[in-house]
């Protein structure tokens, strides 16, 4: 196949993170996507629908002309404070589609996220009574766990129990990474889904060890052997449409992930589609790939389809070895490497 026309993708997961960084990443991802749920770990985090409300209108503000379609899908920070009013309130808004819950100290910008889960137990109740979907970072962060194991020490510990416990609650396992969180999702009762971002699809942890280590393939989950690559990239062109995109693209400014204690985040807003398409056509798969890139997310999601549509062309073009971020500089993923996909402007 040369050339291939789908729908256009939406991203399921994505960090446009606020500021400075936000001309670049919004129409980064505007260029493909036509909407885009956004994550809420800013600082300070987005804790209720007044400050999604501001944070959608400083996106929207910051789409050029030619990216006016792209729409930002809030979602809430879940905290230890968060309340059944936060809930509530949220339910209302036609802009928030999910409240987001990060274990403390998971990832970049979550020290703020929740220490116990039972704790938020009639939170959950009131997102179950709301029809409000749970988005998950799935690892524990416990210091005598080894970061390989973190996703599946997860699913064992606290999200198998959670789902049963609220059998009502859509959730998300946001950027699984394991062959665990395959079985999982594939296995699990109705409204568990999970998303798959395209560096995890493309890369495992020789990737990033071998030969030296590659700061900007550091990501958390960290990349894992390739024997779980190889069942994510199995389970995204299966066509189950508990499988769908979430990039969680993730910028952060090259001084802060070459550095002695690197961030960790891969940057793929700039050409995610092209990306997923690689490795759908690696597996004899591009037939699939507007299911999972334009369908399945939606319908989670219970949002409409788009209408409108993308042409990915087989073409090779080389990524810019750096891109500008605000006054800082930022490094994409693949940078200064070919492409083998473009879309047609």
């Not at 929740?114 to 009574?129: H, Q, S």
């Not at 219970?302 to 490094?331: A, H, W």
Request: hydrophobic share 40%; net charge negative.
């Amino acid at each position: 196949m040369k050339t291939l026309t789908i729908a256009k993708p939406d991203d399921w997961h994505i960090h446009l993170r606020d500021g400075n960084a936000l001309p670049r990443t919004v129409n980064d991802v505007a260029g493909w996507a036509q909407r885009a749920i956004v994550m809420p770990n800013l600082v300070p985090p987005v804790l209720n629908a007044a400050a999604a409300m501001a944070y959608r209108q400083r996106i929207l503000a910051a789409r050029q002309p030619q990216h006016q379609h792209f729409e930002p899908l809030m979602i809430l920070y879940l905290s230890d404070k968060t309340t059944i009013e936060d809930v509530t309130e949220a339910a209302t808004s036609p802009h928030i589609h999910g409240i987001k819950l990060y274990p403390a100290g998971a990832t970049t910008n979550s020290e703020a996220g929740v220490n116990d889960l039972t704790y938020l137990y009639p939170v959950f109740e009131a997102m179950e009574k709301h029809n409000l979907p749970l988005l998950i970072h799935g690892e524990v962060t416990d210091s005598d766990i080894d970061i390989f194991d973190r996703e599946k020490i997860f699913i064992d510990r606290f999200l198998s129990k959670l789902v049963t416990d609220f059998p009502g609650l859509r959730v998300v396992f946001e950027h699984i990474t394991t062959t665990d969180a395959v079985e999982f999702v594939a296995e699990a009762r109705d409204g568990v889904a999970a998303t798959v971002t395209a560096h995890h699809l493309l890369y495992n942890r020789n990737d990033l060890l071998v030969g030296g280590v590659r700061p900007h393939y550091f990501c958390l989950p960290i990349l894992k052997r390739n024997s779980h690559q190889e069942s994510l990239r199995k389970a995204v062109i299966s066509g189950n449409p508990r499988f769908f995109l979430g990039t969680d693209s993730a910028p952060h400014a090259k001084a802060a992930k070459e550095s002695a204690c690197g961030c960790a985040g891969c940057y793929t807003a700039h050409a995610a589609i092209e990306l997923y398409a690689e490795v759908f056509e690696a597996e004899g798969a591009l037939p699939l790939l507007e299911g999972f890139a334009s369908h399945f997310g939606a319908d989670f999601y219970d949002l409409p389809r788009n209408t409108e549509t993308i042409t990915l062309v087989k073409e090779s073009r080389t990524v810019s070895d750096t891109f500008t971020m605000g006054d800082e500089t930022l490094i994409p993923l693949r940078a200064g490497e070919l492409l083998n996909w473009r879309i047609r402007q």
